[in-house]
């Protein structure tokens, strides 16, 4: 996991992670939320994409 500007990448390693995932990356961005008191993230799959059922509910496209 790297963090650089804000945005920190997740890459799911080859030892570790389910294989349908390994080596792929996730971005995770925090924001502010609307009420301002709370931050939330968001995300998506970045260069090679993850499948949709094996991102948080919150990233699926």
Known sequence: MTTASGLTTALFNATNANKAIQ????????????????????????????????LPTSCRA
């Open 23 to 54: 080596g792929k990356n996730l971005m995770l961005s925090a924001i502010t939320a609307a009420n301002g008191g709370s931050v939330q993230y968001k995300c998506k799959s970045i260069t090679n994409v993850v499948p949709d059922r094996y």
